[in-house]
């Protein structure tokens, strides 16, 4: 199970820097502030919410202008339901601004920290100027992935590995060559320690990083529990929704 559709941007962007620099970073107790999760992936479309999995059936959803239709099927659109219909598609479409904007300060959070741990590793003006300069760039590309992307599939499996990979191939680089040359003066100079210095510093970022953007991140914590009541009222909102077999639909599901 994800967390809510949409707020599965906070997870993945909060955490772009860490999975760049290979961190087992984990920000998804953020993301599972409001005990609501879903299997389906979401995507916003100008007159529709479409909600789809793989498995099990129902597989998809469409909510909009009133109607609920599950597998091609249109099961709901008429009277009190109609208008819980539309109440839901509102909220739904209300809360994604918000989500955007706490991760967009995530991303901000997420930055600083490597910024502040990085500052520790010695390096060059040059060296520090230049992953500034990728830092910021990578931060505003995510920044504009989230303002853009209309559906939760662009921010999980191989959409966001393939990014991922992208921003590790490009950062990596800005620190590992420095601190590969710094090690190399150390030992041209006959300073084994000094190499030794080098590389448990090095191995010592993950630790350092993963610790300092844990601590920044919560942070956002009061930003998403703000959020919980518009999640708890989509929950009631679907109350009652059934697919053409009678089967009750969960486009979100409340975690125990």
Not at 80 to 99: G, S, T
Not at 122 to 144: F, T, W
Request: some cysteine; charged content about 20%; overall charge negative.
């Amino acid at each position: 199970m994800r967390p809510w559709p949409f707020l599965s941007f906070l997870p993945l962007c909060l955490l772009f820097l860490g999975l760049c620099l290979g961190l087992p970073l984990q920000a998804q107790d953020l993301a599972a502030t409001c005990q609501a999760s879903s299997s389906y992936d979401l995507t916003l479309q100008p007159r529709q919410l479409v909600f789809e999995r793989a498995t099990p059936e129902p597989t998809h959803v469409v909510v909009g202008e009133g109607t609920l239709r599950v597998d091609g099927v249109l099961v709901h659109g008429a009277g009190e339901q109609q208008d819980r219909i539309r109440a839901f598609e509102r909220e739904v479409r209300a809360l994604v601004p918000q989500v955007r904007a706490v991760a967009d300060r995530g991303v901000d959070l997420a930055t600083q920290s490597v910024r502040d741990e990085v500052a520790g590793l010695g390096l060059a003006s040059d060296s520090r100027d230049e992953l500034d300069r990728r830092l910021a760039a990578h931060a505003s590309s995510v920044k504009q992935r989230i303002a853009s992307s209309q559906s939760t599939k662009d921010w999980h499996g191989s959409a966001f590995e393939q990014y991922a990979t992208e921003l590790s191939a490009d950062l990596l680089p800005a620190i590992g060559v420095d601190l590969g040359q710094q090690a190399l003066q150390a030992m041209a100079g006959g300073d084994a320690q000094g190499a030794l210095a080098l590389r448990d510093r090095a191995v010592g970022l993950a630790t350092g990083l993963q610790a300092r953007m844990r601590q920044q991140l919560q942070a956002l914590r009061p930003a998403v529990a703000a959020l919980c009541p518009s999640v708890q009222r989509l929950l009631e909102l679907q109350q009652g929704w059934q697919d053409a077999q009678g089967r009750p639909l969960h486009l979100l599901e409340r975690d125990p």
